[in-house]
Structures are given as structure tokens and as C-alpha cells.
């Protein structure tokens, strides 16, 4: 517990905690001191001058910086005396003789810090009567974010984000004096993942995102708190809407999860929901094999009536499920209530072929917190690169490192966004996982150093799949192995973002809602396997788009297969334009629930506007269907859905209200008991030639990139990198074409360079166009 000490404040003897900021303390008991440039966020640099308060000292009272001076035992401060408010009115004259008074046609008018504090403290008229300085505005930095140099009052936050924060130091103060500004390097755009928490943050309008630019005054907009959607750390944001329509998406300063930044992808994929291509009515194909627009009774219909021939003449087994982790937690139970209950088969998953055991994601051993990051000693990544799959969990492991002093160990095939951080780094070719952790586990060679790091608790151990032809069972071993050291917590993490809630709600094979078991049923790779040896004839898919997002490379010609697929979705997509019924279902900020993050947390999904057209919440849709196949449930309704839910056992505590207005504001970790895990064989074998490292990006080929104006030319082109060494053997350099042969078919794409590969290792991004499978095992040759 921090030591406490006494201060006067105002007149008031209040009690902080020793080494508090004294702007942070005064907040803390009420007195709000005005200030630009300190964030709480970042450290404080004392630029911009406007937190001025008197202190009283030995020497008498003198004026400094509140966000620079830490409180101690006896402090007598003033903040709003004479001599205080002189000064900030004499800060906020200076701050003014450059500064625009552009307000009405600026995005911040309304909700500009240096707006009301000019009301509140400014002097009331200038002295200043000569001509302001101009600039061009505003100019691009980036594809997102658009600078106005004239309104900048040059307090350092955005510099500060990109340094401390995101470790992307791709803006920064050029000139001198007068001149100072903020800009970007020459040709070197402020291509950030997390830009626009720079927009956010920034105390006037010099940093404006594109997005939102013109589009409402922040009096037009109606807000409501909920979840971000994009991935599975479960970041909170503030949902911001005008006339039906989501305008933007603020980060939420939560201590459990994000600590108020966003990603880019979380906070414009947004857009992607007033797309003209959204689906607005049901489709039924046709007899001329196309799809046509139809009633909703006559879309259920024919829905219920295809699954229903399909079980009669074929039983329950032969009819399968796929998705759920896009949907609340209460639409992924009604999708297992659908599939096991009322058609009876136990062949659906959640996962897309890229997942975890379903036990290391529902409790695994040990399971952690992110908050486990604040207080480790060390901290073990091995797993997907975070920036690119779950950026704000980078963020905090990068703060963790950066800032707080944890030894970082990174295990991964190619160089990611942790390395420049990490203190230890291993490399290794897809394949040779299982044995470099034996060698790990026994600190042999150049990894006793690493296995030393690793024995100094606390250690957070962040562990996933690096790639997507890696061996499934890496995961686990390395869970088992991290579950071991002393003083660990184990985070097994994959992208999507309610798989972790779809699991527990029973939507995977041999796992019941409540993660109790159930009978086994297939997996992802297993039904579609059935489908294409015609052991499963019909498929429900929920939100999901297996030919784009499963690995194999072959889930679009298995799903064509099928003799009955329904797709309920937000769009059309490679794996239900073929389908018999497509139906159309609402999405984030359209409908209520729960959602379950990476580390087990419960959060609050709220809705704000209308689905469009004749889209309605999957739970509704998945009840009609089971009523048109002989099972009424008693209820469809979210919020019923969610009262069931709380009577599973990892969910006693949890409830709508608790999360809504109680003390689960933050969220509330569905604890449970730890479920047995045991460790399974990994393959140690690496077939001849190269080894393929498939790895996902931000930006890929996926519905909330390609639908979304301001995201959809950020996805890069696909390419093939390869190790100088295998390009010199192969005779290539960069720039020239290459046939990619793998286990699904062959591909010809431009080669690049990256001596971070382990040599024997070729790097290809996934879903950005170019599928070869996801077996290890490839040929590279020159294309003639």
C-alpha cells in the first residue's frame, strides 16, 4: 500500500498518496487545475505552462508546474489565486496571437479544451492586433489523419504518444521559435496503427481524422459505452451517433484493458455498417440459381424446411455449424441452443481452423490478466505478432517493457512490432517449435540465457499461435511449460473477437455452455472435411466467412459442396454467395449483450442505432428458425438470453445490471475453475524445402476492411518474403515474380527481402488475395 501524506489545498488538508502528481492529487480531491499538455497517460513535460499553481516553500511562494511536481508531507498549494490566474491568463494570450479563431468551422468547436479554458481563464480580449501566422491547411500526414498547423499550440501530446506510447516515432517538432511545428518526415507519412489516438488526445483541432471530419458537432451526437469488436482484447469505447448513423468511436480510459487507446481498425472499421453493399432483406435462391429478395416468413421457411429434409433423411450428424465469434454472447447461445438442442447435432465451432485448444481458451492453467502485466518481472511472447493481431495488448506489453522495466523474451519466426523492446529474441522456422522449447525448458546453448530471464517472477506468459501452418498443439505445450514456472499467469490468446465468449457458450466440439463438457463433435477443419466427402450435408453459418478466413485454402470448394448451406450475415462474401438462404442479421452498436475477452472479461455490448432495412439480432432470427423446426424457446430476447446465462457458473456474478451500473462497469472476469489440460504431442518434423510462415496483418482482405471507406486502402498488396540467403540460392531479388507452390495450389507474387526470417522461412501475409494452404511445407521457383 502507497504512503500517504497530507497537503493543503486551497485552504483544505486533504490526504494523497506520497509521490503523486500534484495536478494528479488536486483532480483527485476535486480541484481541477487547467491544463494542454499533461495527459496521465504519458510523462509529464510541463510545456504548455497553463497548470501554473503557488506553492508555498521555505524561500516563500513560488509558481511551477503542477503536473512536474510530485506532492509531499505539508504542502500548502494555491491554484487559484491572483498571482495563479495572472499567469494563465498571460498563457492563454500567448497561446492565442497565432491561433485561429476558426471555431465555428472547426471539429473540436464544441469540445475544445483550449475553447472552455479560454472562456474560464482566459483574459477576456487580446492585445495582439498584428497578422497571425499561416500556414497551408490542412495537409494529409497519413491516409487517416489530416494537420492543421495553424491551430496547434505545440503541447507535445501527439509527439509524446508516438514516442512513449506506440513506439512509432513518426512525428515530431521541426523548426525553431516562431516557427516551431509539428510534422512528419519527408516521404515518411504517419503511418501508425493507432494514429488516431493522437486526433483523439490532441487539446485543439490541429489533428483532425478524416473519418469524421465535417460530419457533427459533438451537441448533434447521442453516446453510449460498449465494446470494441474488432478483436479479443475488448477494448472500451464511447459510441458516437447522429441521425442513425455511427459517426466515430472514442477509446475509454479503462485500467483492465485499454487504457483509453485504440487501434485504427477499432476505431474507423466502424464504417463498414453503412456500406451500400450491407444485406437489408432475406435472399432465397432461385430456380434460375440466383438469389432473390423474399419475405422474412419465406425465407425461414425454406430455411427450416432444407435442414429439416437434410436430418430426416440423413440424421443430425449430417448437419453442421460455423461461427459465432463476431456475435454477443447472446446470440453465440442461441446459435448452440439452435444447433444442439433443437436440430440435435454437436458438429459446430466458433474457430476458423487458427484457434486454440478449447480448453487453454476457456480456463486454461494459470490463466491470467493483462492487468498481470503492471507488476511482472518478466514477460514471455510467444505467439502471434501482437501489433498486427491485437494492437492494444501490444501496447500494453510495450509499456510494460518500455516503461515499467519487465524483461521482455519473443519468440517468433520473423521480426514484429516487440522486438525493438525485447530483451531477449528467438527466431525459428515454423516446424521447429516443439523442439526449440525442449531446448528452451532446458536452457541449452544460447537459450540459457533466456530460460535464466525466465525463472525471475512474476512472469506473464502471452502464448498463442505464431503462425497458421504452425502445429496447433505448440500452444498448449508452451502454456504447460509457462503454467509451470513459479509465480506465472498464462494468456492464451487468438484474434476474434467473442471467440472466448462463444466457447462458453458451447459453441465448440466436446464443450457445453459453461465450459462443461458435451459430446464430442467436429471441428472447423472437420466439418468441412465432412463436407467434402459428403458426410455433412448442411450447414448453418453465423457471421462467419470460412472461404476468406480459414487457413486450409479449401473451405470455399468444400462449403460449395454442401447440399443446404443457410448464412445468417452482414454481407455477401465468398462462402454464402452460393448459399440457399442468406439472412440478413444486425451488427455492432445494433444490438445488446455481452461480450467475453481474452483474459475471461465480461463486458457490456450496447445498442445505439437501428439495424438497416429488415435486418434483425441473430438471437431472434436463430429462435424463428428453431420455432419453424418444432422447438419454441421461451423466451428469444437478449436480455432473457442474458439472464440464462448468469445461471452458468463462471457467470453467477454476471448480470446486465451489474454491467450496465454496478460495480462491472469495467467488466467482470468469469472466473470458473481451472478445466484439466493436458499437453499433446507437438510434431517436430520439417518437410523438405522452405518453410511457409502464414501470418495475419491489421489490414486484410476481411468484410471491416474492404467495406469501410477509409480502411479499405490501407490493406497492402500481397507478397512473398524470403531470406537473402534462399533468394540468393533461388537466384532472386526484390521486385521480381515468384510461383509460391503449397498445399492448396500455387500462386505467382512480387518477392521482397527480410533477413529477420529464419533462414529456411518465407514470410506470406494472410488473406490478402494470394491462398497456397496452410501445410509448412512449400516450393519457391522464379516465375518465367
Known amino acids: 500500500m502507497s504512503e500517504r501524506v497530507k497537503i493543503t489545498l486551497d485552504g483544505r488538508e486533504v490526504e494523497v498518496d506520497a509521490g503523486t502528481l500534484l495536478i494528479q492529487a488536486a483532480q483527485d480531491a476535486g480541484t481541477y487545475v487547467p491544463r494542454f499538455c499533461w495527459h496521465s497517460r504519458m510523462e509529464p513535460v510541463g510545456k504548455c505552462r497553463m497548470c501554473l499553481v503557488e506553492v508555498e516553500g521555505p524561500r516563500g511562494t513560488t509558481l511551477t508546474t503542477s503536473c512536474t511536481m510530485s506532492v509531499n508531507d505539508g504542502m500548502v498549494v494555491h491554484t487559484a489565486s491572483d498571482t495563479v490566474r495572472k499567469a494563465q491568463e498571460g498563457v492563454l494570450e500567448f497561446l492565442l496571437i497565432n491561433h485561429p479563431l476558426d471555431c465555428p468551422v472547426c471539429d473540436r468547436g464544441g469540445e475544445c479544451p483550449l475553447q472552455d479554458q479560454t472562456m474560464a481563464h482566459g483574459p477576456g480580449e487580446s492585445r495582439y492586433v498584428e497578422e497571425k501566422r499561416h500556414y497551408e491547411k490542412p495537409i494529409p500526414i497519413s491516409d487517416l489523419v489530416l494537420l492543421d498547423r495553424e491551430r496547434c499550440i505545440l503541447c507535445a501530446r501527439c509527439v509524446r504518444f508516438s514516442d512513449e506510447i506506440s513506439g512509432d516515432p513518426l512525428i515530431e517538432f521541426i523548426d525553431r521559435g516562431n516557427y516551431t511545428q509539428v510534422n512528419t518526415f519527408p516521404d515518411e507519412p504517419f503511418a501508425s496503427y493507432f494514429s488516431g489516438n493522437t486526433v483523439q488526445i490532441c487539446p485543439v483541432g490541429a489533428l483532425t481524422a478524416t473519418p469524421y471530419r465535417f460530419r457533427a458537432r459533438p451537441w448533434d451526437l447521442e453516446a453510449v459505452e460498449s465494446t470494441c469488436s474488432g478483436c479479443s482484447v475488448g477494448c472500451r469505447v464511447s459510441v458516437q451517433a447522429s441521425q442513425n448513423e455511427i459517426l466515430r468511436l472514442l477509446g475509454v480510459d479503462v485500467e483492465a484493458t485499454n487504457h483509453g487507446w485504440l487501434c485504427d481498425k477499432g476505431r474507423f472499421g466502424f464504417q463498414h455498417l453503412a456500406a451500400p453493399e450491407r444485406l437489408t432483406t432475406p435472399l432465397l435462391r432461385g430456380d434460375d440459381g440466383e438469389l432473390h429478395e423474399a419475405s422474412w416468413g419465406d425465407a425461414l421457411d425454406r430455411a427450416a424446411a432444407g435442414l429439416a429434409t437434410i436430418v430426416e433423411s440423413s440424421g443430425e450428424d449430417a448437419v453442421a455449424g460455423l461461427g459465432g465469434s463476431r456475435n454477443t454472447n447472446e446470440e453465440a447461445l442461441a446459435f448452440e441452443r439452435l444447433m444442439r438442442h433443437t436440430i440435435g447435432t454437436p458438429h459446430l465451432d466458433a474457430r476458423m481452423g487458427d484457434a486454440l485448444d478449447v480448453t487453454l481458451l476457456a480456463a486454461g492453467p494459470r490463466r491470467g490478466l493483462i492487468g498481470d502485466l503492471e507488476r511482472a518481472a518478466t514477460i514471455l511472447v510467444w505467439g502471434p505478432d501482437l501489433k498486427e493481431e491485437l494492437p492494444v495488448l501490444f501496447l500494453r506489453v510495450r509499456r510494460a517493457a518500455a516503461e515499467l522495466g519487465a524483461t521482455l523474451v519473443v519468440v517468433h519466426p520473423r521480426a514484429n512490432g516487440l522486438d525493438s523492446n525485447a530483451d531477449h529474441i528467438v527466431r525459428y522456422r515454423p516446424g521447429e517449435g516443439g523442439a526449440l522449447l525442449e531446448r528452451l525448458a532446458a536452457g541449452e546453448g544460447d537459450l540459457g540465457g533466456v530460460r535464466a530471464a525466465l525463472d525471475e517472477g512474476p512472469v506473464v506468459a502471452i502464448v498463442g499461435r505464431t503462425g497458421l501452418t504452425e502445429d496447433s498443439n505448440l500452444a498448449g505445450a508452451v502454456a504447460g511449460f509457462a503454467a509451470e514456472l513459479s509465480d506465472s499467469s498464462v494468456l492464451a490468446v487468438s484474434r476474434r473477437p467473442n471467440l472466448y465468449g462463444a466457447v462458453d457458450m458451447g459453441v465448440a466440439p466436446g464443450m457445453g455452455p459453461g ?131 448468469s445461471t452458468l457458473a463462471p457467470y453467477a456474478d454476471v448480470s446486465w445490471q451489474a454491467l450496465d451500473f454496478g460495480t462491472g462497469r469495467d467488466g467482470i472476469v468469469a472466473r470458473g475453475s481451472e478445466l484439466e489440460f493436458s499437453v499433446q504431442n507437438v510434431d517436430k518434423s520439417i518437410g523438405n524445402g522452405l518453410s511457409l510462415h502464414l501470418g495475419r496483418v491489421l489490414y486484410d482482405l476481411g468484410t471491416a476492411v474492404t467495406m469501410g471507406p477509409s480502411l479499405a486502402k490501407l490493406a497492402p498488396r500481397p507478397i512473398l518474403y524470403l531470406h537473402p540467403d534462399d533468394a540468393a540460392s533461388l537466384g532472386v531479388i526484390k521486385g521480381d515474380r515468384v510461383e509460391l507452390t503449397g498445399s492448396a495450389g500455387s500462386a505467382v507474387i512480387d518477392a521482397a527481402l527480410d533477413p529477420s526470417l529464419a533462414a529456411g522461412t518465407v514470410y506470406l501475409p494472410f488473406n490478402l488475395g494470394t491462398t497456397v494452404g496452410s501445410d509448412p511445407s512449400v516450393t519457391v521457383e522464379k516465375a518465367t
Do not use: C, Y
Open 515 to 645: 465450459r462443461v463438457g458435451d459430446d464430442p463433435g467436429r471441428d472447423a477443419d472437420g466439418i468441412l472435411e465432412g463436407l467434402g466427402d459428403g458426410s455433412v450435408k448442411g450447414l448453418v453459418l453465423l457471421g462467419s466467412d470460412p472461404a476468406g478466413d480459414h487457413p486450409s485454402g479449401t473451405a470455399g470448394r468444400a462449403i460449395s459442396q454442401a447440399e443446404f448451406v443457410v448464412s445468417i450475415d452482414l454481407f455477401l462474401n465468398d462462402s454464402n454467395r452460393g448459399a440457399d438462404v442468406v439472412l440478413p442479421t444486425a451488427g455492432f452498436a445494433e444490438v445488446e449483450g455481452t461480450m467475453t475477452n481474452l483474459e475471461g472479461r465480461v463486458q457490456k455490448v450496447n445498442r445505439l442505432v437501428p439495424a438497416p432495412g429488415q435486418a434483425r439480432p441473430a438471437n431472434e432470427i436463430l429462435a424463428d428458425l428453431a420455432h419453424r423446426l418444432g422447438e419454441t424457446w421461451e423466451s428469444s430476447a437478449a436480455e432473457s438470453l442474458g439472464a440464462a446465462i
